[in-house]
């Protein structure tokens, strides 16, 4: 790990063309001034780094194989647009996630998991309802496919890549 006092962010590294797929669809409508990040499916948003145990509990649920999500539906998110995401098996990870570092997860982490790929925010709710309704109107699910966990430092606002943690 890096330095203990910035915070650690855990994503599921998504097969190449699904990254695409979303990375395109958020470049299209986020806002390009509010836009640090690719597109990305968030299990947990702030974990300690410096906890070597960390890394240690990744390698170890990572002995396992890539499995496929269901993409099932068009969200409104407020001021955005998100895809809802689907999967026992994430959410099983997830949970056996949360008990390994129930220790030191903050209050948003100890919660369920609602897997979902935002592709717009921090708009008006008007804009973020009329994308919403063009994105549903050819909208039908599809799977994509978990490759992994990617680790990534936050620096108030931007991530920087840390590691990242291949299912077999």
């Keep these: 790990m890096m330095n203990e006092s910035i ?3 855990l994503t599921v ?21 509010k836009n640090y990040l ?9 974990l300690p780094n410096a906890d070597p145990g960390i890394e240690d509990t990744l390698l ?6 890539a499995f496929e999500m269901q993409v099932s539906e ?3 998110i407020g001021k955005g647009v998100a895809f809802r995401v689907e999967s026992n098996t994430l959410k099983t990870l997830h949970k056996q996630l949360q008990k390994s570092w129930k ?22 709710p008007e804009e973020a309802k009329q994308l919403a309704a063009q994105l549903e109107e050819t909208f039908e699910p599809f799977a994509i496919t978990a490759q992994g966990l990617i ?10 890549f840390l590691k990242e943690f291949e299912f077999k």
């Design 60 to 65: 170890k649920v990572t002995q396992r194989e």
């Design 38 to 46: 690719n597109a990305h499916l968030s299990l947990f948003h702030q």
């Design 151 to 160: 680790l990534w430092e936050y620096h108030q606002g931007t991530w920087k």
């Design 13 to 33: 590294k998504l097969d190449p063309t699904s990254q695409t797929y979303f990375d395109d669809l958020r470049k299209r409508y986020f806002p390009v001034e």
């Design 74 to 76: 068009v969200k409104m």
């Design 103 to 124: 220790e030191f997860l903050i209050p948003q982490d100890q919660q369920g998991l609602w897997p979902h790929i935002t592709v717009q925010n921090k708009v008006s």
């Design 7 to 9: 915070p650690l962010i």
